[in-house]
């Protein structure tokens, strides 16, 4: 008997199948499930960034009509989690470790009392003196052990540093040498669904309405927080509004509301404000990072060397992977990466989208636009010199490498070659105009994950798969997935996705989701098609359930797996205030097949929207006299707003990857913003001659280097 393999029909433009529940508000989000007897729970923050509480004076707070608890280190239950993560110690002892950190929860009938309960205890501390300083001359930076931000989730150690050929003598003869530090801001994850959860106990199980990126591993990390068993907690997660890494593993908030509702007795309900947001769910970095690049006249790379530097909490570490990129990009004999972290009196910074990638490629992609002037070549053609058939660090080749076609195919469509390449060559009236060209790349990786198919005798097909829709529109292209996997219309498929009942697979993180829930619902429709060839072609009136399974790729050992992709960027700046427009923005993309045409361009949009928004908005500013990000609101923390966005195209070239997964997917995701920020950085250089190597590119910073 035959089964044809995956077959995969050409994207058409379709609705997401949860877009009409989305429109007209019935898609249920975590906060606003309707719970008998709810109570609200409201966080109390730390207002020093480094000591000991000494005394919390919560008589007024629970003087308040309707506060049922008020939970701090002195009463809270013991958490059992045996990594050291930044949820392991709340509420368990009095140490304060960053400004913001959550140090007590009031449980009250309404929210309102809570929250007036909450800024009613009052708190004493004994502060101890902070240190919130991130700069490349400390003399604590040390080098991780190995990279494992996951804390074992993720199950892969990423190596600190690499290192290959003789570094140090390419540099000493290289004829063109340019050694730069590039520098990027702590930014916020803001995702529209702020951070919420409802906690609800019935005897021994919990159930868990949340907001996250992956139930299972919220359901592993709780059941080891409260010595339970996974299978006595329940994790229901359909809707969700946004995570981008900030709802991919368990933040304070979480286990505040498994506490809260243990104590009271009654189910809670929390949901973080933005403000809270700033502290508590993590955030990028702010990134140092030296870049040197040797080359010979011609713009042949002999040496990269990229060395990052980032911070981290004193109570968890989390590493910024910022220089990942430089390993796998270019052709170099000589090359190495190092990453350093510094512990300091800080939030926990955590996954934000294209974790690494996304300031990293900054600083990279800045570095071969300044390479290209040095060397008198298009930029584009520098990067071309420089193409590699094998993954420089491991020797793989590629199992696709679209970098080159996605180059070419984007200056011919923006109009590359019209560029006058001389700096400041280009004005209208007040007005200077650039171009410029960043590469783009994100690793095609898998992680294992299981779905079930349940086949009826009605002719329906019921998918069921702990996948995570956090808006990607991940349910649309799983069914469509699934019923080209079955061969039938994509109306007798049912899909089920966030919630531990269905089968386990792996959380929505590092752009895997398609890739690994994919292959798993493939494998569960390869399986139906067998079984119904073995009855038939009849389905038996009990009908019958098949599971399907996704491991590792084994083609992973093999070939290197990435996206690819180029942005252009076309820049207008006013010389006499500084003001920088972004008329045009053009991303092409080779992320293997692409499924569903107009949920990629989303994906696409949204993340050059964020690379604009990273290049020019961005930056949470640390204020170093009371160790806090001082911008914790939309009034002080910019993101773009639709005057901002102008024209933002996206295209892509179509890749057939036999080695990625059946489906011939690469992740997109988080692809979209890397590259965007240099890409504007290099039209800022073209247009005015001046070098902005320091996120977000202000006014101010054009105007006193004389715009
Ligand atoms: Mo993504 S930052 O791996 O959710």
Redo the contacts with the bound molecule.
């Keep these: 008997m035959k089964v044809s393999p995956f077959h995969w029909t050409p994207g058409t433009p379709e609705d997401r199948l949860d877009g009409l529940e989305k429109v007209t508000g019935t898609a249920t989000y975590a906060y606003e499930y309707a719970v008998d007897d709810v109570t609200y729970g409201f966080p109390v923050q730390s207002t020093i960034a480094k000591g000991r509480i000494t005394a919390i004076d919560s008589r007024a707070a629970r003087e308040i009509p309707g506060v049922l608890a008020v939970i701090s280190h002195e009463n809270a239950p013991r958490l059992s989690l045996s990594v050291a993560t930044e949820i392991a110690g709340l509420l368990q002892s009095d140490v304060i470790a960053y400004r913001g950190q959550f140090i007590a929860m009031v449980v009250a009938e309404t929210l309102e009392a809570a929250r007036q309960a909450a800024e009613a205890i009052v708190i004493s501390y004994e502060t101890q003196p902070h240190d919130v300083r991130l700069s490349a001359d400390r003399d604590d930076l040390y080098a991780p052990a190995g990279i494992d931000n996951a804390k074992g989730i993720l199950n892969h150690m990423i190596p600190t540093d690499t290192t290959q050929g003789d570094v140090e003598a390419a540099l000493a003869s290289a004829p063109i040498l340019l050694d730069q530090t590039y520098t990027t801001p702590a930014q916020h994850n803001n995702p529209l669904e702020p951070h919420a959860t409802i906690a609800l106990w019935n005897n021994e199980t919990l159930t868990l309405y949340d907001a996250n ?1 992956g139930a299972h591993s919220i359901r592993d990390t709780i059941a080891q927080a409260f010595g339970l068993t996974p299978e006595q907690v329940r994790v229901i997660a359909p809707y969700v509004g946004g ?3 900030s709802k ?1 593993f368990a933040h304070p908030h979480l286990l505040l509301t498994v506490m809260a509702a243990q104590v009271v007795g009654r189910p809670v309900k929390c949901a973080l404000t933005r403000q809270h947001m700033f502290a508590v769910v993590g955030y990028r970095s702010p990134t140092i990072q030296r870049i040197r690049l040797g080359a010979d006249h011609e713009g042949r790379l002999q040496v990269i060397t990229h060395d990052a530097i980032v911070q981290t909490s004193t109570v968890q570490e989390f590493v910024e992977t910022a220089a990942l990129a430089t390993r796998m990009l270019y052709a170099a004999p000589n090359r190495s990466t190092t990453h350093r972290v510094v512990r300091l009196d800080v939030p926990t910074p955590s ?5 690494g990638e996304a300031p990293g490629m900054f600083a990279l992609e800045s570095a071969m636009d300044e390479l290209a002037v040095a060397c008198q070549l298009d930029p584009i053609e520098l990067r071309l010199r420089n193409e590699t058939e094998f993954e420089p660090t491991s020797g793989r080749p590629f199992s696709s490498r679209g970098l080159v076609a996605c180059l070419q195919e984007g200056a011919e469509s923006f109009g590359w070659h019209q560029r006058d390449p001389r700096p400041k060559s280009t004005a209208n009236g007040r007005w200077l105009i650039g171009m410029g060209v960043a590469a783009s790349t994100y690793p095609a990786n898998r992680f294992p994950a299981t779905a079930m198919i349940q086949v009826k005798r009605d002719g329906r097909y019921r998918v069921l798969i702990d996948a995570s829709d956090m808006g990607t529109g991940a349910r649309t292209v799983l069914a469509k997935i699934a019923a080209d996997a079955l061969a039938v219309p994509h109306e007798c498929v049912d899909l089920e996705v966030g919630d531990t009942l269905l089968p386990r697979a792996f959380l ?4 895997t989701g398609t890739a690994s829930w994919g292959t798993a619902i493939v494998d569960a429709a390869r399986k139906v098609r067998f079984r119904l060839e073995a009855e038939g072609g009849s389905v038996p009136a009990e009908g019958f359930d098949v599971l399907g399974e996704a491991g590792v790729n084994p083609e992973a050992k093999r070939f290197a797996m990435h996206s690819f992709g180029a942005q252009f960027a076309e820049v207008w700046i006013d010389r006499d205030t500084g003001r920088v427009r972004v008329p045009r923005l053009l991303g092409v993309f080779a992320a293997g097949h692409i499924l569903h045409a107009k949920l990629a361009r989303s994906q696409f949009l949204g993340g050059m929207t964020w690379g604009l928004s990273m290049a020019m908005h961005e930056e949470s500013v640390m204020d170093p006299h009371f160790g806090d990000y001082v911008n914790h609101d939309f009034a002080g923390y910019h993101i773009p707003t639709n005057a901002d966005v102008e024209s933002i195209e996206v295209a892509w070239i179509d890749e057939d990857d036999p080695y990625v997964n059946p489906m011939g997917v690469k992740g997109i ?2 692809i979209g913003i890397v590259g965007t920020a240099a890409a504007i950085a290099n039209a800022v250089y073209h247009a005015t001659g001046i070098r902005i190597r320091d996120l977000p590119i202000t006014p101010d910073k054009l105007l006193l280097r004389g715009a």
């Design positions: 990126q995570g981008f890494g991919a996954f934000m989208r294209a974790p929505a993180g590092n752009s995701g988080e």
